[in-house]
T-cell receptor
C-alpha cells in the first residue's frame, strides 16, 4: 500500500464547474496535510494546508480532512482554465513530508 | 524576500560522474529537504536536514548524500551517476520540521 494515494486522472471539468480531488494516506500518525499545484515544467506551489478535521476555505479552494477515514480532499469552485495543472497531496509525518503521484486536472473553456 | 533558490537550473552529466546541487532556503527557514521527481511522478523524499544534521532519510542509496551549512543552505551530492538518476531535483525549506514547506524552482539533471 502506498503511503499517499491519489487518483491519477486525468480529471476534466468545464469552466465554472467544481473540481473535486481526493487523497488517502496510510500512516494514522500523520499530523498535517497539504495540497500543492504543479504546472508542467515548474516546481510545486503550496495552495492549502490543513491540520484538523473539518473544512478549511481559502478563496475558491476548500480543503477537507477526515483523520478517522484517513482522507483528504480539495475542492476548487468556479474552475478556471488557469487551474489546469497537476495537484499533489502531501502528508507530513514525523518531520518529513510524503507526496502522492498527483492528479492531473484539465479545465476546458 | 527571496524564496527558495537552487543552482544550477539545468545540468548534463555522464554516467559514472558525480554532481553537486545547491539550495538556499527562504529567509527564516531552518529546515531543508531534498526530493527527486521523475517525469509523471510525485516528488520522492530523499532526506531532510535540520541543525546541520540529516534527520530523516527516504529510500535512496548511499550514493545520495548531503550537507547543511550554518547559514542553513544545503547541498545534495550524487556519486556514480546512473541513467535512472535523470530527474528534477527539488529543494524545499520550512520554518521548523512540521510546518508548511516551500519549494525552489528545481534543478533538471540529465545523465547521458
Amino acid at each position: 500500500q502506498k503511503e499517499v494515494e491519489q487518483n491519477s486522472g486525468p480529471l476534466s471539468v468545464p469552466e465554472g464547474a467544481i473540481a473535486s480531488l481526493n487523497c488517502t494516506y496510510s500512516d494514522r500518525g500523520s499530523q498535517s496535510f497539504f495540497w500543492y499545484r504543479q504546472y508542467s515544467g515548474k516546481s510545486p506551489e503550496l495552495i492549502m494546508s490543513i491540520y484538523s478535521n473539518g473544512d478549511k476555505e481559502d478563496g475558491r479552494f476548500t480543503a477537507q480532512l477526515n483523520k478517522a477515514s484517513q482522507y483528504v480532499s480539495l475542492l476548487i469552485r468556479d474552475s478556471q482554465p488557469s487551474d489546469s495543472a497537476t495537484y499533489l497531496c502531501a502528508v507530513n509525518r514525523v518531520g518529513d513530508m510524503r507526496f502522492g503521484a498527483g492528479t492531473r486536472l484539465t479545465v476546458k473553456p | 524576500d527571496a524564496g527558495v533558490t537552487q543552482s544550477p537550473t539545468h545540468l548534463i552529466k555522464t554516467r559514472g560522474q558525480q554532481v553537486t546541487l545547491r539550495c538556499s532556503p527562504k529567509s527564516g527557514h531552518d529546515t531543508v529537504s531534498w526530493y527527486q521527481q521523475a517525469l509523471g511522478q510525485g516528488p520522492q523524499f530523499i532526506f531532510q536536514y535540520y541543525e546541520e544534521e540529516e534527520r530523516q532519510r527516504g529510500n535512496f542509496p548511499d550514493r545520495f548524500s548531503g550537507h547543511q551549512f550554518p547559514n542553513y543552505s544545503s547541498e545534495l551530492n550524487v556519486n556514480a551517476l546512473l541513467l535512472g538518476d535523470s530527474a528534477l531535483y527539488l529543494c524545499a525549506s520550512r520554518p521548523g520540521r512540521d510546518r508548511e514547506q516551500y519549494f525552489g524552482p528545481g534543478t533538471r539533471l540529465t545523465v547521458t
